[in-house]
């Protein structure tokens, strides 16, 4: 079993930034991809950022040049850096975890982009 805890939400004005933290325990050997989704209030969950152990990323068209996922294998820890936010981001960010038997969710954490 894998644990993840999210950190790092809160509230933010449009333009401003924010550090998105995931830290896994447990059987964080078996995890290969990482990555954060997010859901925003009437919609769908959707994929923002993913990454690989190796390092390998891909990003959501409308958080390209924006966000940047990197990962710390050695703390078992991915962040989600988020620049030049928009009332759009406004969601409950979720990190994800995979191996190649499950996935795993942490509870989320929201990020409100508001003036």
């Known amino acids: 079993q894998v644990q993840l805890v999210e950190s790092g939400g809160g509230l933010v004005q449009p333009g401003g930034s924010l550090r998105l933290s995931c830290a896994a325990s447990?059987?964080?050997?078996?995890?290969?991809?990482m990555a954060w989704y997010r859901q925003a209030p009437g919609k769908q969950r959707e994929l923002v950022a993913a990454i690989t152990r190796g390092g390998s990323t891909n990003y959501a068209d409308s958080v390209k040049g924006r966000f940047t996922i990197s990962r710390d294998n050695a703390k078992n820890t991915v962040y989600l850096q988020m620049n030049s936010l928009k009332p759009e981001d406004t969601a409950v960010y979720y990190c994800n975890a995979e191996s190649s038997l499950m996935a795993y969710w942490g509870k989320g954490t929201l990020v409100t982009v508001s003036s």
């Open positions: 447990g059987s964080t050997s078996s995890i290969n991809a």
